[in-house]
């Protein structure tokens, strides 16, 4: 390893961070109605855009979590000669897991302690159940009056699910043939493209939001951009100039694809040719900066100490701020908008943290641990047929998170998640 790769590393961390930590502040944007009054933001074209783009941000969180866990994918077969479907499957499971199920607790308990009965325990359980089970959206899409709303937001963790196990039995089946590997997956990501403009047109917007094979689009094209980067090595010299074209193209994305105040057809620049461009330029930016993380002007911006910093903690973020929001709104009556606005990102500050501490760092640990690179090293159910007949196993020493990945999210003091809505290690 020379001198400049640990920079080089970092530097691409930093990046990818401070992608989903302008995601993460576009989806609290875009949920603030719940406490704050929308009317004079409503009222400027220039401001209106970025309170109301939380499907745009999802498509971030969507691709750079795709396109980092596909390529991890990648690197552990060539790595290692293999991936294991069960093993990475219950990774993944885990590490998304810790928080979520730490959230549902806490739901459930303040649930029960609420002297005003705001939600009935069926409406309570079944929700936090198809949360649990990564089958939200699913119910969502039949039950949206029974379902708890203050959850709603959580649908992504459960499209997100679903589509990783898509990408991963790709990989898992087509793993030797890299060709067929993004041929497969740059097809299925074609009949997304179509399908979702389809289902919009004919099901409408509410159904479109949540099927699972419209909103696959953007993983997809994170997907399919990890796959062809064994193949683009001699477009490296390029990868500045389509990082930061397609880094610049962002921002006017935001206005192209907001619907606008009192829209008629609510989410059809989303689910049209604006959409389709966000999702381009997404994995064009992933491919580009991926091939240059050289690229000092996209570094500096991107990869800015704050929005890697929320980057790092933005599952944490994204699971709380909701429900919190939804609490003190209902807690409030006689506040301020700006005392709402207040006690909601502080206690989502200070909750997320208390959340990360709880669940993430000792799920951290564990997936670092002698133990897991056994199941890692043996397999799933050779590891679980050896414990269940009461066997030690040899354990491997415990090796760094990152070790096996450069391009994985940085694990952090906060236990920010390497999946941070959406990825991988």
Not at 34 to 58: M, Q
Not at 352 to 374: C, H, K, N, T, V
Request: charged residues 20%; positive net charge.
């Amino acid at each position: 390893m020379t001198a400049t790769e640990p920079t080089t590393a970092s530097r691409r961390i930093d990046v990818y961070d401070g992608l989903r930590g302008i995601a993460v502040v576009l989806v609290v944007l875009s949920h603030g109605w719940t406490v704050w009054p929308s009317t004079e933001i409503d009222e400027r074209d220039w401001l209106h855009p970025w309170f109301v783009s939380g499907n745009y941000a999802v498509s971030i969180f969507f691709a750079v979590g795709a396109f980092l866990a596909t390529r991890s994918l990648i690197k552990r077969h060539e790595e290692r000669g293999t991936v294991r479907f069960g093993v990475e499957f219950l990774r993944r499971f885990l590490r998304i897991s810790a928080q979520v199920w730490l959230l549902l607790i806490a739901v459930a308990v303040v649930t029960g302690l609420e002297s005003e009965i705001t939600y009935r325990g069926k409406e309570t359980g079944t929700s936090l159940f198809r949360i649990a089970t990564y089958t939200w959206n699913w119910y969502l899409q039949d039950h949206a009056v029974v379902a708890r709303p203050d959850l709603g937001h959580l649908w992504y963790l459960s499209v997100d699910m679903q589509v990783f196990v898509l990408i991963l039995l790709a990989v898992c089946i087509l793993r030797r043939w890299p060709v067929a590997l993004l041929i497969t997956l740059a097809a299925l990501l074609a009949a997304c493209l179509a399908w979702r403009a389809h289902v919009y047109e004919t099901e409408g917007i509410y159904q479109a939001l949540l099927r699972t094979t419209v909103r696959a689009d953007a993983p997809l094209a994170g997907a399919v951009g990890a796959a062809a980067m064994p193949f683009l090595s001699k477009l490296a010299p390029a990868g500045k100039w389509l990082a930061g074209l397609a880094a610049i193209a962002l921002a006017p994305l935001v206005y192209l694809i907001a619907d606008p105040v009192g829209a008629a057809e609510p989410g059809r620049n989303f689910f049209g040719v604006p959409g389709v461009a966000l999702t381009l330029a997404l994995m064009t930016f992933m491919v580009g900066f991926t091939l240059r993380p050289d690229n000092r002007p996209v570094g500096v911006v991107l990869g800015s100490p704050p929005l890697a910093f929320l980057g790092r903690h933005s599952l944490a973020l994204f699971l709380w701020h909701y429900p919190i929001f939804w609490y003190v709104s209902r807690h409030s009556d006689g506040w301020s908008w700006q005392e709402r606005t207040l006690v909601g990102l502080a206690a989502t500050a200070v909750i997320a943290f208390a959340g990360e501490l709880i669940a993430e760092r000792p799920m951290q640990r564990y997936l670092s641990s002698p133990d897991w690179r056994e199941v890692e090293s043996a397999g799933l159910a050779p590891y679980l047929a050896k414990r269940l007949r009461g066997g030690s196993g040899r354990r491997e020493p415990a090796v760094p998170l990152g070790k096996h990945n450069d391009d994985r999210s940085r694990t952090n003091s906060g236990g920010g998640s390497g999946d941070r809505s959406g990825d991988d290690d």
